[in-house]
């Protein structure tokens, strides 16, 4: 399997990464997933949310990355 690229977009709160990732998608000629940190911690449920599930998230989060 051939490995593939990772692009890291990082920024402060509303900086534009999410619009740039969708840019990217619509330029590039090869396939371009994006994931999101936001899309983690959105899934959720408000009862789990307070900082040790939000950290637990996150370090889910990269290991999907390095899985991708």
């Not at 890291?8 to 999101?36: D, M, R």
Request: charged share 20%; net charge neutral.
């Amino acid at each position: 399997m051939e490995k593939g690229k990772i692009i890291i977009l990082n920024g402060v709160s509303s900086a534009g990464k999410t619009t740039l990732a969708k840019i990217l998608q619509g330029q590039l000629n090869e396939p371009f997933w994006y994931l999101g940190g936001d899309v983690f911690i959105d899934m959720m449920p408000d009862k789990f949310f307070d900082d040790y599930a939000v950290g637990k998230a996150i370090s889910h989060f990269h290991n999907t990355i390095k899985g991708f």
